[in-house]
């Protein structure tokens, strides 16, 4: 079992940035693969950023390319999503899970593990 627990989320204005933290607990947090997404008002859950276990490989959804970093510290089992240059189309709830395979996924239904999410209202 991994709990994940999220944070760093809030209101931020439009060309802000926030750096959102997930930490993990339970089992070896270095063994996972793991994801942010986000879920919209009225909108399906979309995939944002995934990075694999060691961190030598990182995905990005084309919108946040180039604005969002994911990184992550086995050392402290926490992996952080730095989010620069955010507009309203950001404003989500996001979520971080993680995945056995250890090498991070697109697919939400490769994650087993989830947070309870934070939200992150972009104003304009």
């Known amino acids: 079992q991994v709990q994940l627990v999220e944070s760093g989320g809030g209101l931020e204005e439009a060309g802000g940035s926030l750096r959102l933290s997930c930490a993990a607990s339970?089992?070896?947090?270095?063994?996972?693969?793991m994801g942010w997404f986000r879920q919209a008002p009225g909108k399906e859950r979309e995939f944002v950023a995934a990075i694999s276990w060691g961190g030598g490989r990182t995905y990005y959804t084309n919108s946040v390319k180039g604005r969002f970093t994911i990184s992550r510290d086995n050392a402290k089992n926490t992996v952080y999503l730095q989010m620069n240059s955010l507009n309203p189309e950001d404003t989500a709830v996001y979520y971080c899970?993680?995945?056995?395979?250890?090498?991070?996924?697109?697919?939400?239904?490769?994650?087993?593990?989830w947070g309870q999410g934070t939200q992150v209202p972009v104003s304009s």
């Open positions: 339970g089992r070896t947090f270095s063994n996972f693969g």
């Open positions: 899970a993680a995945e056995r395979s250890g090498a991070g996924s697109r697919w939400d239904r490769a994650y087993e593990y």
